[in-house]
């Protein structure tokens, strides 16, 4: 069995458009994502986040799901349109008393709270004056930060800012597949940089008021593998994936810049956003960098572009395979647990002491398991990708990589965006008409794994 440090953090992790439901209660405000998922053909099943796992009313059965297994922080993310129903300066106080009662109960339960400003639910009535493409959203965003400081500082110590802004531009306002739905290349790489500056601007505004808090961001990573590196088209595709997913933010944050070659291919589209003062405020210190890994993208020779699910090298004229092989999870991707680590040792070697602490800020697996004849949920297969992943942090770890907590994605079953309820990651299963929660066989596994160590 792999051995962790002493003081590493476990936790596990959710999002609020996923679970908590109580969409239309207590003032909260319509999201992008109420929108979006009401949009014919753009969800599952025409699925949304109305109810989801109604975490909003069942949060004390949750949190109790949580000390039964042992876990000891708990990621979550504040939807903005619940505490700012339009994105201005009117607070709704019934949001704020929401969060109030399940930080101060997550507190009693001796669980330590993460909390994500932003997991993709922007209030519609930001998107209406533009959304992320607008570069006011940079001062909404950072007058949010500071007012979450405020009110919940004394008691919240890590506050991640944007959850995996790669998402956020080439999901959203790239192929289009995520709200708002936007199709358009420029647009998402000016996102992009809007989400970069945003993000220091709010760290920046949080510091104002609080000088106790732990702040980051929480980008999400993959490595792209050229199958052939003697191939120049191959690895270069590979460069350019790699630079727009990883290197696009980790240079910004790091080094106050972008990859050169992302500025040299497209910058003509976009780099007119970059305004003076931007990269300074993009280097704003961090106190921690989380990242989400789910699986490494080959990247292979073929004679026409062949591409994986929310996969978006088709936007960059890349003329590659990108579709994985092998086994693969509910979601069709592929099984690369060395990837985690890997990516660890990367960011090590590349930063060496100049890095700050690293988050697992999510990894897990959707596979379909739920109760059999006997009530239980046998899911051996999400109990594999655990272990193997937690063998490769460790490994990373004893190769030097700062990681400091891992977050279990997810805590429960949930609404997994444009795939609606069709997907399960959850190590608690839900069933979605009566909203019983099963613990699964993983969460007993990572219950006992957590006691181990």
Request: hydrophobic letters at 40%; one cysteine or more.
């Amino acid at each position: 069995m792999s051995t962790f440090p002493k003081d590493f953090i476990w936790g596990a992790a959710t999002a609020a458009y996923q679970i908590e439901g109580a969409a239309l209660e207590d003032g909260r405000g319509e999201s992008i994502w109420d929108r979006f998922s009401r949009i014919p053909g753009t969800v599952l099943n025409g699925d949304n986040g109305d109810v989801a796992c109604d975490h909003y009313h069942r949060y004390p059965e949750d949190i109790n799901l949580m000390q039964e297994l042992g876990i000891k922080a708990y990621r979550f993310s504040i939807s903005w349109s619940r505490i700012f129903p339009n994105g201005d300066k009117v607070r709704n106080e019934a949001g704020f008393a929401f969060y109030d009662k399940l930080i101060n109960s997550l507190l009693a339960a001796g669980i330590e709270p993460l909390v994500t400003l932003y997991h993709w639910d922007l209030p519609q009535a930001l998107q209406e004056n533009g959304g992320w493409a607008n570069r006011s959203i940079i001062d909404s965003f950072a007058y949010y930060a500071g007012e979450v400081a405020k009110h919940f500082g004394d008691r919240v110590k890590k506050i991640a800012t944007i959850n995996e802004p790669w998402c956020v531009a080439w999901l959203g306002h790239g192929l289009g597949v995520h709200a708002p739905g936007i199709k358009d290349r420029a647009i998402a790489f000016k996102v992009a940089h809007h989400t970069v500056v945003a993000h220091g601007k709010a760290v920046l505004a949080m510091r104002e008021v609080r000088n106790d808090l732990l702040l980051g961001p929480v980008i999400n990573q993959a490595q792209y593998l050229a199958e052939d590196l003697n191939n120049p088209e191959l690895v270069e595709a590979a460069d350019i994936l790699d630079a727009v997913q990883n290197r696009f933010w980790v240079d910004a944050i790091m080094k106050g810049a972008y990859p050169e070659i992302l500025l040299t291919k497209f910058g003509s589209e976009w780099s007119d956003a970059i305004l003076p003062g931007d990269m300074k405020i993009a280097k704003t210190k961090n106190d921690f960098i989380g990242i989400n890994f789910y699986f490494d993208t080959p990247v292979r020779a073929t004679d026409s572009a062949k591409t994986a699910q929310f996969d978006n090298s088709s936007l960059f004229d890349l003329n590659i395979d990108t579709t994985p092989r092998g086994e693969l999870t509910d979601m069709g991707w592929p099984l690369t647990p060395n990837g985690l680590r890997d990516l660890m040792v990367r960011w090590h070697k590349e930063f060496g002491t100049n890095l700050p602490p690293i988050y697992i800020t999510e990894n897990g697996v959707a596979y379909p398991d739920g109760p059999g004849a006997d009530g239980k949920v046998h899911d051996e297969r999400r109990i594999n990708y655990i272990r193997t992943h937690l063998d490769a942090l460790s490994e990373a770890i004893s190769l030097g990589a700062p990681v400091k907590g891992f977050y279990q994605w997810s805590l429960l079953d949930n609404y997994e965006w444009s795939l609606g309820y069709s997907k399960r990651f959850g190590i608690i299963h839900v069933d979605y008409q009566t909203q019983k929660r099963t613990i699964k066989d993983s969460g007993y596994w990572y219950r006992d794994f957590i006691a181990a160590q």
